[in-house]
DNA sequence: TCTCCGTTGCACACCAGTGTGCAATCTACT
DNA sequence: AGTAGATTGCACACTGGTGTGCAACGGAGA
């Protein structure tokens, strides 16, 4: 009894729960990004699990989505606002940030597909956040010039996002080369001279 | 029996009945742009008629779905070949196809979301046709020197399109304004510079 | 008037996914 | 050894959509 606390990880029980509960996350994002209508009983096999025990760890089909959806969310704002912080031209912050944004991107990837039908608005609202930090940026970039004016900073946002998860969601998606695809492409939408954009995804690579 | 042929309309009874058909295919394109998992119900419901009559026009939810897709390739291909003989400049032709397009994608955006799952591989076999003129349109744009070369032609005119469904999708997509957004966002990811993309929206509104 | 034939309304079987219940099993901790 | 708890394997009921069968209705055409 050296231990009077309640969650000193409990040594082993807890985290081996915990093993299989990520797991199951992890293996939840990759399948359903496969296919977005993929049913509890492909999760639980694809984690090596029984379908019983998935409803062990999340009630209902909508709690798995939410939890995906709450780490995804987590992990965007992070960098968003780290990002957002900086006083580098909006451009280039734009450049870092989908530089570090890619890879959670790619992982999140089929947020975008579920984002319509059934848990759509679920995943809206829980994204609701993001899209705020992301027009934030955008706008600051139209009021110093270096973002095109054509589109309101809320829309071009979402539009200048969504091609980013359009390319993760493309085939050859993976490794360096998307991420560089993703972030001139969204750049150039963005209203962003080409050589500039060039520029800016060689400093950071 | 003044009438020896076989298919003069024979008056009323098939074309009442082709008015039936067409207005579950037009109706079908609005209940599945709004919800692509919509049963048949939904459909028959929406255009006014029993479940049991969609079934008498089309055997399965496939049949439909396919009528519907072939149905866009052939209005889209006819927009396509046409644009793509035209000797203009490539971004020239771009706007044009786009602006020209543009009620047709917006009729079809649904398409893009029943791409995947389950109808996705008869869809993108349909599609098939009017990628490939896509990127040839863009090919010819990138070997002018008009179009940037960040991206190769086949995957630039799959994201440049997509951005398009995607703003087809957006919330304020009716109306002209929607077409001149899409128009200028696709240009400017295509590599057209800004005042350029304004001046050939401007020459096409 | 009588006859097609599209349409209707109801029936049914079928399937796939969801969520729950419960006894059995295995394993880490005491 | 004993126990708590996660996991398993099987059961079940429920839902919702699909596709089919069939008798009945109703209007246009012979």
Redesign the pocket.
């Given at each position: 009894?050296c231990?009077n606390g309640v969650v000193p990880t409990?040594?082993?029980?807890?985290?081996?729960?915990?093993?299989?509960?990520d797991r199951i996350l992890d293996v939840a994002l990759d399948v359903l990004g496969e296919n977005p209508?993929?049913?509890?009983?492909?999760?639980?096999s694809a984690a090596?699990?029984?379908?019983?025990?998935?409803?062990?760890?999340?009630?209902?089909?909508?709690?798995?989505v939410r939890t995906l959806t709450e780490r995804a969310v987590t992990e965007m704002t992070a960098v968003l606002t780290e990002v957002n912080a900086s006083d580098a031209e909006a451009d280039a912050a734009w450049a870092e940030f989908i530089a570090r944004l890619w890879p959670v991107a790619h992982r999140y990837r089929v947020l975008l597909a579920l984002r319509r039908g059934e848990y759509g608005e679920a995943i809206h609202g829980l994204l609701g956040p993001v899209d705020e930090l992301l027009a934030d940026l955008v706008k600051r970039g139209q009021d110093t010039d270096v973002f095109a004016q054509h589109l309101s900073a809320g829309i071009l946002s979402q539009v200048a996002y969504g091609v980013v998860f359009a390319i993760a969601d493309s085939d050859l998606s993976n490794g360096t080369l998307g991420a560089r695809a993703a972030t001139i492409t969204s750049l150039l939408m963005l209203g962003v001279p080409e050589t500039r954009a060039i520029a800016l995804v060689g400093d950071q690579p």
């Open positions: 009894m231990n409990e040594s082993s029980r807890v985290r081996s729960m915990n093993e299989t509960r209508d993929a049913g509890m009983g492909d999760i639980a090596g699990v029984v379908r019983r025990t998935v409803y062990g760890h999340f009630p209902s089909r909508l709690d798995l």
